[in-house]
């Protein structure tokens, strides 16, 4: 060490010399700030602002639409939402990008100005006559104070313009052709009337049948695809209840009834309650006495303009005033308030709970720091893209954590309509097909229901050969024929049946008083004998009814191509997702 110093001081001296440069470039604050976008499609950027002005939306439409405030878990179902749509339109843009749709000036400037312009430009300059005011759209356009709007107007137009021309593009390879608008016509449009025996595979008992180890081991291998499963996640949780206290009702039913006092001064009912926020609408109708609801009926011993004292209704406190009575006939109003945690007493405490207990649970370990505080730790499992979650509930929110968790890591709270958790991911399992021992009984299962289905069609056949006729099949079997009137070619289900498509098109391609062999379907085997079949004629399909028809086939198409050309889009997308470390 003694003979090396002066290469050390070197070194050192070089090495400080660089952490110098780099200081000055900032490069540190760099490495220690974290993503810089919420996430990216293909490299191109999702801001932060973009997501939360789509959340925002998407937050205030549902308090315009419902009057409430969001809770956590629609909240994280809007933000999980958000994104979806927000990775989606990148992946469009860069797909017509790719193909070549773009909208020119002159395009643009027809929208504007053109003899039909675009909708949004209509309905801003239309006149009384339903002509555009021309006068004032130049006047809009050439004014210097609109230069920003205007940018905006285009872009918005353009993007429009471009979408319309991408639906455009996909709808071009999705026609409906006249073939099968006529098979729809029919499908839609043909009926039979039968008579039917029905074998349910259930009538043959489980004892009846057995399965080797071996049979299931090669069912197994035959057909894993029918065994797959999601990512999945098992984890530890503990959690801290959100339901309030006695002090939060006590602090409720206080409230309510201090407002019952000034309820009993309002001139106006109707503001008095919409201004704070009552549960139950004012709806300023005569209600006879003998059809108020029996909750309600303290408001018919009361005086006009009296109200009553807080009365609790569902474990919620309630107040009545009696605004008017008409003989028999009474006009109320209802002051209710739900009760609900104390969002600072109640809900900032068990957070706080929550919070410290992370931050100790991260160093200290999970079950210890556990065990120190007495609290129950339970354990669960969920799957990827299903968001119920057993014991927990339906919770977006637990599920985006769990799928951001790595082994052994513990989450920071989650807080969900019902709970505070915080959570510790144990194993997580990639998707694929799961192994045998895990599935044996569902296996079991479903070799012994096809040995049963394979032994009803076997008696079945037996009794088709030995007896002429389908009352002498019944009367060997002791079966009911059951009858079907107007049975349609293009139903899924048969009355008293259950969901048989497989059994209605056997069904159709009979000719009138045939009698089917048996016909094994999805719950049981038929015999069947077709006594009417009206088949129709395409020649009678008119061009209005073939016009619905290829609008709604189209439209069907355009549907299921979308999600398919989406999901693949995403499939071959490089897709980054920060939003963990963006909003924790």
Same mark, same amino acid.
């Given at each position: $060490?003694?003979?090396?110093?002066?290469?050390?001081?070197?070194?050192?001296?070089?090495?400080?010399?660089? @952490?110098?440069?780099?200081?000055?470039?900032?490069?540190?604050?760099?490495?220690?700030?974290?993503?810089?976008? =919420?996430?990216?499609?293909?490299?191109?950027?999702? !801001?932060?602002?973009?997501?939360?002005?789509?959340?925002?939306?998407?937050?205030?439409?549902?308090?315009?639409?419902?009057?409430?405030?969001?809770?956590?878990?629609?909240?994280?179902?809007?933000?999980?939402?958000?994104?979806?749509?927000?990775?989606?339109?990148?992946?469009?843009?860069?797909?017509?990008?790719?193909?070549?749709?773009?909208?020119?000036?002159?395009?643009?400037?027809? $929208?504007?100005?053109?003899?039909?312009?675009?909708?949004?430009?209509?309905?801003?300059?239309?006149?009384?006559?339903?002509?555009?005011?021309?006068?004032? @759209?130049?006047?809009?356009?050439?004014?210097?104070?609109?230069?920003?709007?205007?940018?905006?107007?285009?872009?918005?137009?353009?993007?429009?313009?471009?979408?319309?021309? $991408?639906?455009? &593009?996909?709808?071009?390879?999705?026609?409906?052709?006249?073939?099968?608008?006529?098979?729809?016509?029919?499908?839609?449009?043909?009926?039979?009337?039968?008579? &039917?025996?029905?074998?349910?595979?259930?009538?043959?008992?489980?004892?009846?049948?057995?399965?080797?180890?071996?049979? @299931?081991?090669?069912?197994?291998?035959?057909?894993?695809?029918?065994?797959?499963?999601?990512?999945?996640?098992?984890?530890? &949780?503990?959690?801290?209840?959100?339901?309030?206290?006695?002090?939060?009702?006590?602090?409720?039913?206080?409230?309510?009834?201090?407002?019952?006092?000034?309820?009993?001064?309002?001139?106006?009912?109707?503001?008095?309650?919409?201004?704070?926020?009552?549960?139950?609408?004012?709806?300023?109708?005569?209600?006879?006495?003998?059809?108020?609801?029996?909750?309600?009926?303290?408001?018919?011993?009361?005086?006009?303009?009296?109200?009553?004292?807080?009365?609790?209704?569902?474990?919620?406190?309630?107040?009545?005033?009696?605004?008017?009575?008409?003989?028999?006939?009474?006009?109320?109003?209802?002051? !209710?308030?739900?009760?609900?945690?104390?969002?600072?007493?109640?809900?900032?405490?068990?957070?706080?709970?929550?919070?410290?207990?992370?931050?100790?649970?991260?160093?200290?370990?999970?079950?210890?720091?556990?065990?120190?505080?007495?609290?129950?730790?339970?354990?669960?499992?969920?799957?990827?893209?299903?968001?119920?979650?057993?014991?927990?509930?339906?919770?977006?929110?637990?599920?985006?954590?769990?799928?951001?968790?790595?082994?052994?890591?513990?989450?920071?709270?989650?807080?969900?309509?019902?709970?505070?958790?915080?959570?510790?991911?144990?194993?997580?399992?990639?998707?694929?097909?799961?192994?045998?021992?895990?599935?044996? !009984?569902?296996?079991?299962?479903?070799?012994?229901?096809?040995?049963?289905?394979?032994?009803?069609?076997?008696?079945?056949?037996?009794?088709?050969?030995?007896?002429?006729?389908?009352?002498?099949?019944?009367?060997?079997?002791?079966?009911?024929?059951?009858?079907?009137?107007?049975?349609?070619?293009?139903?899924?289900?048969?009355?008293?049946?259950?969901?048989?498509?497989?059994?209605?098109?056997?069904?159709?391609? $009979?000719?009138?008083?045939? @009698?089917?062999?048996?016909?094994?379907?999805?719950?049981?085997?038929?015999?069947?004998?077709?006594?009417?079949?009206?088949?129709?004629?395409?020649?009678?399909?008119?061009?209005?009814?073939?016009?619905?028809?290829?609008?709604?086939?189209?439209?069907?198409?355009?549907?299921?191509?979308?999600?398919?050309?989406?999901?693949? =889009?995403?499939?071959?997308?490089?897709?980054?997702?920060?939003?963990?470390?963006?909003?924790?």
């Amino acid at each position: $060490m003694r003979n090396s110093t002066a290469s050390i001081l070197w070194i050192l001296i070089f090495s400080f010399g660089i @952490l110098w440069v780099l200081a000055d470039t900032q490069v540190f604050d760099a490495l220690t700030v974290g993503p810089r976008s =919420l996430g990216s499609v293909n490299g191109e950027a999702i !801001s932060l602002n973009e997501y939360n002005q789509r959340v925002n939306f998407y937050t205030e439409q549902y308090q315009q639409r419902t009057g409430g405030s969001v809770n956590p878990e629609m909240r994280a179902t809007y933000e999980n939402q958000a994104w979806e749509d927000l990775v989606a339109a990148e992946l469009i843009q860069q797909k017509m990008n790719e193909i070549g749709i773009t909208v020119t000036d002159n395009e643009l400037l027809e $929208m504007v100005t053109g003899e039909n312009p675009a909708p949004f430009i209509r309905q801003q300059f239309q006149a009384e006559d339903g002509t555009i005011d021309r006068i004032a @759209l130049r006047a809009a356009i050439e004014s210097p104070e609109n230069s920003e709007a205007w940018i905006q107007v285009e872009q918005q137009l353009r993007d429009t313009r471009r979408q319309e021309k $991408m639906s455009s &593009y996909i709808s071009s390879g999705l026609k409906v052709n006249s073939l099968e608008v006529r098979n729809e016509y029919i499908k839609e449009n043909s009926y039979a009337n039968i008579r &039917y025996l029905r074998f349910p595979y259930a009538d043959i008992p489980a004892e009846e049948i057995t399965a080797t180890e071996e049979e @299931l081991r090669a069912y197994y291998q035959d057909n894993q695809d029918r065994f797959e499963r999601a990512e999945t996640y098992r984890f530890r &949780y503990v959690s801290w209840d959100k339901t309030p206290t006695a002090q939060d009702t006590t602090n409720i039913v206080n409230e309510v009834a201090d407002l019952g006092r000034a309820f009993a001064n309002a001139q106006d009912d109707s503001l008095f309650l919409d201004r704070y926020g009552s549960t139950v609408d004012y709806t300023g109708a005569y209600v006879p006495a003998d059809e108020i609801r029996e909750e309600y009926q303290p408001v018919v011993d009361l005086d006009v303009g009296e109200v009553s004292d807080v009365v609790m209704i569902n474990g919620d406190p309630h107040v009545f005033k009696k605004v008017d009575q008409r003989g028999n006939e009474i006009k109320f109003g209802v002051l !209710s308030y739900p009760v609900v945690a104390d969002p600072i007493a109640t809900i900032d405490r068990l957070a706080e709970q929550a919070s410290e207990f992370e931050f100790y649970a991260s160093s200290e370990g999970f079950m210890q720091e556990a065990e120190r505080r007495e609290l129950e730790v339970q354990e669960g499992t969920a799957s990827k893209g299903s968001s119920f979650i057993p014991g927990i509930g339906q919770s977006q929110s637990t599920l985006r954590i769990l799928e951001s968790l790595s082994e052994d890591e513990i989450s920071e709270p989650i807080e969900t309509n019902n709970f505070f958790l915080v959570v510790q991911m144990i194993q997580k399992t990639p998707e694929g097909p799961r192994p045998f021992p895990e599935v044996r !009984s569902q296996v079991e299962t479903l070799v012994i229901n096809e040995k049963r289905k394979n032994m009803m069609l076997e008696r079945v056949q037996e009794m088709y050969q030995n007896n002429s006729g389908l009352e002498a099949i019944a009367t060997a079997s002791d079966k009911e024929i059951q009858e079907v009137q107007d049975l349609r070619m293009a139903a899924t289900r048969i009355p008293d049946a259950g969901r048989e498509v497989g059994v209605i098109g056997e069904i159709f391609d $009979m000719e009138q008083g045939d @009698l089917s062999e048996p016909i094994p379907g999805e719950n049981g085997v038929y015999v069947i004998e077709v006594t009417e079949l009206s088949e129709a004629d395409p020649a009678n399909i008119t061009d209005t009814q073939r016009q619905q028809i290829q609008s709604r086939l189209e439209q069907q198409k355009f549907m299921a191509f979308n999600q398919v050309f989406l999901d693949q =889009l995403k499939a071959e997308a490089d897709i980054v997702d920060n939003r963990r470390e963006m909003l924790q």
